[in-house]
């Protein structure tokens, strides 16, 4: 297997919270050591309950958020190691396409300009070549060119988040990160814009970051898929052999929640009990434990380490005391 375009290795972003009337400081976990890879053509799923870190992760890979730790390795250049001028020079080759279309697109420009921005940020070419590159962008997310003089409220939501992605093609990047890109759109737009998404895999050069809460949308567009609670990635592997046969009881729960389509027909899954602990007090062990229905003691003890499961050709791993040799029952 070639170099992967992306790797994550230990990347952290804690935060320290003042607690009200107190001189004490917490700290939050926002993101705690995560790792993972991503290769060319290829797009990794990130997937995991409100609140448990994934939005966070994304804008610290792309240094939209300073990382407490780690490094993110971008097509051989080390992203969080880069000066300012480097890191600008870098953005480039990275961009984000944001959740909410509404908020991510400035009411004061037309839509040419706003497409055209990042050109004019970097200096690529003269301003016709740029006003040329931005109509074929537009055509190429299936606006035309007729949208360039118009302003973001005369389009609707689907239509927003097109201008949104041609925005974040205008400098070819070699990683795109989508945000939930998806879940503020009308059910009918979705698919629309999802096989947009999916095109861009087309190109060998190129990964996504696909974060969703749609299981079956990840498993339509990503070959891996990473599992996230509190801060941590507890499961990772091919979407295939994740969906089907998850090993890390959040993720067999998640599945679980997702409702059947046929009127009469039971799940027969058991809801998760109990709440989702605060990331400023987080439960000692594994942070799951307070809600797992097949927590074992040492799951109140310790912290599990990750585990590299047999039987695939790509790595699946998982941190679950379960699969551990060591507590196997």
């Known amino acids: 297997m070639s170099d992967p375009l992306l ?7 804690h ?21 993972f890879s991503l290769q060319r053509g290829q797009a990794f799923g990130l997937v995991g309950e409100s609140g448990c870190g994934k939005s966070t992760l994304a804008r610290t890979l792309l240094r939209l958020i300073e990382p407490t730790a780690g490094r993110v ?7 969080t190691g880069l000066g300012r001028r480097a890191l600008k020079r870098a953005r480039g080759s990275m961009q984000m396409i944001f959740q909410d279309p509404f908020a991510s697109l400035s009411p004061r420009r037309t839509v040419e300009q706003i497409v055209r921005e990042p050109m004019d940020a970097h200096r690529l070419g003269d301003r016709r070549d740029r006003s040329k590159r931005a109509a074929g962008l537009l055509d190429r ?10 302003f973001p409220h005369e389009f609707s939501g689907g239509q927003r988040q097109r201008i949104g992605i041609a925005r974040a093609l205008a400098l070819e990047p070699a990683l795109i990160v ?6 503020s759109l009308d059910v009918s737009v979705q698919s629309q814009v999802l096989n947009l998404l999916a095109s861009l895999k ?7 970051i696909f974060i969703s809460h749609d299981l079956a949308v990840v498993q339509h567009i990503c070959e891996t898929v990473g599992v996230m609670y509190l801060g941590k990635l507890v499961e990772t592997g091919p979407t295939h052999r994740v969906l089907s046969a998850p090993a890390h009881p959040y993720t067999r729960a998640l599945l679980e929640a997702v409702p059947v389509p046929e009127p009469g027909r039971r799940t027969g899954h058991r809801s998760l009990q109990g709440e989702v602990p605060s990331p400023l007090t987080p439960p000692p062990g594994c942070p799951f434990h307070t809600r797992c229905p097949k927590a074992l003691p040492v799951c109140r003890q310790r912290r599990p380490r990750t585990i590299e499961l047999l039987g695939g050709a790509q790595p699946h791993r998982v941190n679950c005391h379960l699969h551990d040799p060591e507590f196997e029952t």
Do not use: H, K, M, Y
Request: with cysteine; hydrophobic share 40%.
């Open 202 to 208: 087309q190109d060998p050069g190129v990964g996504l």
């Open 7 to 13: 790797q994550v290795c230990g990347l952290s972003r």
């Open 15 to 35: 935060f320290r919270v003042r607690r009200p009337g107190r001189g004490t400081q917490n700290v939050l976990r926002a993101v705690d050591d995560v790792s």
């Open 141 to 150: 997310v299936g606006l035309g060119p007729a949208a360039l003089d118009r």
């Open 178 to 183: 989508a945000d939930e890109a998806v879940s």
């Open 73 to 79: 390795n971008l097509a051989g250049v080390e992203i």
